[in-house]
């Protein structure tokens, strides 16, 4: 665990896709700064683990099944979070999916699914966040906080991936449309756009010849660690970024230079 460059004493923050990969992180590097977590996820098995892992550290957090999809599951996820662990005032939007293949044989509904997912459920987890904040007063207290997880592919071709990164500009996007929103009501939103770092879903391609070569044209020759992103998340989560909204930061090691 890294040490602890931002107090987020008194915050809650609620985490989607926490059960695995980023989310899971991110839920471990911000209950290791001061901050109460929710993790969010459809996979409570795998949060409840996590849950376990935080409190046996000193930290408080509670699973809160939540599919991004449905907006009834993430209504009630908030609610199940807030009365666990009070008011929430910061959201790590984070839940996500890929789909590889070229465009024309991709299937219109596995499509739709990514664009649902990765763009309505960054929308209603983040519109949720912000009218409950706005209710307890960020307009007064300027602590609101909306982190919106897109990635490298919000600005650049990634082939054979044209839904994943329609998908992520469209993310890219609504982070500043909401910014503009919320500008005069105490929430700042901002977008982070991480390179690739190794995870469980795409561990088996890295091995492979292909993902050898892949990582071989990036500048450094290098995927990222999961701990390159924390700075970043913890200070777009804390009073120090008080004058930051609207922002879109690439944090890719150079891959898409």
Avoid at 21 to 42: D, M, N, Q, T
Avoid at 52 to 80: H, L, Y
Avoid at 98 to 111: H, K, P, R, S
Wanted: hydrophobic share 45%.
């Amino acid at each position: 665990m890294s040490q602890p460059i931002y107090n987020l004493n008194g915050r809650t923050v609620l985490v989607t896709g926490a059960s695995s990969g980023l989310g899971r992180r991110f839920a471990l590097i911000l209950s290791g700064w001061g901050a109460k977590v929710v993790l969010a996820a459809r996979r409570m098995d795998r949060l409840q683990d996590l849950v376990a892992q935080i409190t046996a550290a000193g930290g408080s957090a509670v699973a809160v099944a939540m599919d991004v999809q449905d907006e009834a599951s993430v209504k009630a996820g908030f609610d199940a979070g807030e009365a666990a662990l009070g008011p929430i005032d910061t959201v790590i939007a984070n839940a996500g999916m890929n789909l590889e293949g070229m465009a024309v044989d991709i299937d219109i509904e596995d499509f739709r699914k990514v664009l649902d997912i990765n763009i309505t459920g960054a929308f209603v987890t983040a519109r949720e966040g912000g009218r409950r904040m706005i209710e307890a007063g960020s307009k007064q207290s300027g602590r609101g906080r909306v982190v919106i997880i897109a990635s490298i592919g919000a600005h650049t071709v990634l082939p054979g991936l044209a839904a994943y990164c329609a998908s992520k500009a469209g993310v890219a996007m609504l982070g500043k449309a909401l910014a503009r929103e919320w500008a005069n009501r105490g929430i700042n939103v901002n977008v982070v756009c991480p390179g690739y770092i190794e995870t469980e879903i795409n561990s088996a391609w890295f091995q492979e010849e292909g993902g050898k070569k892949q990582i071989a044209t990036f500048p450094r020759r290098r995927l990222m660690d999961d701990s390159d992103l924390d700075a970043v998340i913890g200070w777009l989560s804390s009073d120090a970024s008080r004058a930051v909204t609207g922002s879109v930061f690439t944090v890719d090691d150079g891959q898409s230079l």
